[in-house]
Antibody, heavy 123, light 108 residues
Framework: EVKLVESGGGFVQPGRSLRLSCAASGFSFENYAMHWVRQAPGKGLEWVSGISGTGGRVDFADSMQGRFIISRDNAKNSLHLQMNSLRPEDTALYYC????????????????WGQGTLVTVSS | SYVLTQPPSVSVAPGQTATITCAGDNIGSYTVHWYQQEPGQAPVLVVYDDSDRPSGIPERFSGSNSGDTATLSISRVEAGDEAAYYCQVWDGTSGRRGVFGGGTKLTV
């Protein structure tokens, strides 16, 4: 079965860190760019970060640049998001997503989504 | 940064055609993707690369993109199509950034 399963969310105080993980199965993980997209409660979708199949290219939304680190382990079919210096506005459901285009694209489209992991940042 | 504007809501009767717009400065020069999100569920890709459909998406869903407006059309609308719909592009003006529209709630 083709699926993505996120983990690692939870309740954290402002300024602290959290590491999200995403376990992929059912497809050739190393051939696809992967991304994180988040959704604050009751709000719309917001792209967070993406990483190429080899891990050689990473992109971040401006508000996450310098605070978040994206990585992948192709041997373990896993994607990670290290989130540092967390702020209350980072509170959201974080989705792991897969690009529909294999071997990379300048215009990724997300054809596979996990169910998300909730991050709550509050004092 | 690039901004995509969608109407907050669209209403349509069953069997009719729903049209959801996504406005952006010269959006016709961008490639647009569309997602459907039902309450409490993860989004689903319904149209990509302006007008292509992923496997399993009905032909009732179609997309177009020209000038300053991209459009998602849903023909023969069913009750099950009621959901939020988001457009998305990639802004490459300063690195590559994903940009979503604010979303449109389709009521059937």
């Amino acid at each position: 079965e083709v699926k993505l399963v996120e983990s690692g969310g939870g309740f954290v105080q402002p300024g602290r860190s959290l590491r999200l993980s995403c376990a992929a199965s059912g497809f050739s993980f190393e051939n696809y760019a992967m991304h994180w997209v988040r959704q604050a409660p009751g709000k719309g979708l917001e792209w967070v970060s993406g990483i190429s199949g080899t891990g050689g290219r990473v992109d971040f939304a401006d508000s996450m640049q310098g605070r978040f680190i994206i990585s992948r382990d192709n041997a373990k079919n896993s994607l990670h998001l290290q989130m540092n210096s967390l702020r209350p506005e980072d509170t959201a459901l974080y989705y792991c997503t897969k690009d529909i285009h294999n071997y990379g694209s300048e215009i990724p489209a997300f054809d596979l989504w996990g169910q998300g992991t909730l991050v709550t940042v509050s004092s | 940064s690039y901004v995509l504007t969608q109407p907050p809501s669209v209403s349509v009767a069953p069997g009719q055609t729903a049209t959801i717009t996504c406005a952006g400065d010269n959006i016709g020069s961008y490639t647009v993707h569309w997602y459907q999100q039902e309450p409490g569920q993860a989004p689903v890709l319904v149209v990509y690369d302006d007008s292509d459909r992923p496997s399993g998406i009905p032909e009732r869903f179609s997309g177009s993109n020209s000038g300053d407006t991209a459009t998602l059309s849903i023909s023969r609308v069913e009750a099950g199509d009621e959901a939020a719909y988001y457009c998305q592009v990639w802004d490459g003006t300063s690195g590559r950034r994903g940009v979503f529209g604010g979303g449109t709630k389709l009521t059937v």
